[in-house]
T-cell receptor
Framework: DAKTTQPTSMDCAEGRAANLPCNHS???????VYWYRQIHSQGPQYIIH???NNETNEMASLIITEDRKSSTLILPHATLRDTAVYYC????????????FGGGTRLMVKP | DSGVTQTPKHLITATGQRVTLRCSPR?????VYWYQQSLDQGLQFLIQ???????AKGNILERFSAQQFPDLHSELNLSSLELGDSALYFC????????????FGPGTRLTVL
């Protein structure tokens, strides 16, 4: 699986959009970008995944650059409950077993 | 709520003891994965079972073992416990043998004294 690079930490004001970047310059053509988050020692929570098109669900939007070397997870209206560690993971959708978690980005949403 | 359940939520035991952690996957999921999260190691993959068979192994110690039962629930057995085994243990499940989205349970916090 391709390696990812994320900022260690970010702050966001409550009610504003949180934009979390991820670099994955060695991504392969069949690898998807997955995002998970972990809220204070709870189990990691699946957020969204995508291949090359932008994706949106009830939790977030995922914007993937045209060359697929980077992506941005967008939480449109961050709340205090979005404070968590966000993990960007690149993997083949229908292959592979384990998820490889890096250090992630610690997002702090402030009032 | 991911649909994955884990018991117990907390476990406190002494060095040298043996414990069993239990996981029930989401309805319809055949794969179960175990991960360990300690303060200094982050989230690490331990082992995967698919429909009762072991499918992949990560950095799992020989003192640790797992199995998946016919009803698809899984148990992680940790023996000869050491202080360093204190960690959060998460179970995840997915529908297929490989790939696809993994959904995580709430975890079991193990404290070894």
């Amino acid at each position: 699986d391709a390696k990812t690079t994320q900022p260690t930490s970010m702050d966001c004001a409550e009610g504003r959009a949180a934009n979390l970047p991820c670099n994955h310059s060695t991504i392969s053509g069949n690898e998807y970008v997955y995002w998970y988050r972990q809220i204070h020692s709870q189990g990691p929570q699946y957020i969204i995944h995508g291949l090359k098109n932008n994706e949106t669900n009830e939790m977030a939007s995922l914007i993937i650059t045209e060359d697929r070397k980077s992506s941005t997870l967008i939480l449109p209206h961050a709340t205090l409950r979005d404070t968590a560690v966000y993990y960007c993971i690149v993997r083949v959708y229908n292959a592979g077993n384990m998820l490889t978690f890096g250090g992630g980005t610690r997002l702090m949403v402030k009032p | 709520d991911s649909g994955v359940t884990q018991t117990p939520k907390h476990l406190i035991t002494a060095t040298g003891q043996r414990v069993t952690l239990r996981c029930s996957p989401r309805s319809g999921d055949l794969s179960v994965y175990w991960y360990q999260q300690s303060l200094d190691q982050g989230l690490q993959f331990l082992i995967q079972y698919y429909n009762g068979e072991e499918r992949a192994k990560g950095n799992i110690l020989e003192r640790f073992s797992a199995q998946q039962f016919p009803d698809l629930h899984s148990e992680l057995n940790l023996s000869s416990l050491e202080l360093g085994d204190s960690a959060l243990y998460f179970c995840a499940s997915s529908v297929a043998e490989q790939g696809y989205t993994q959904y995580f349970g709430p975890g079991t916090r193990l404290t070894v004294l």
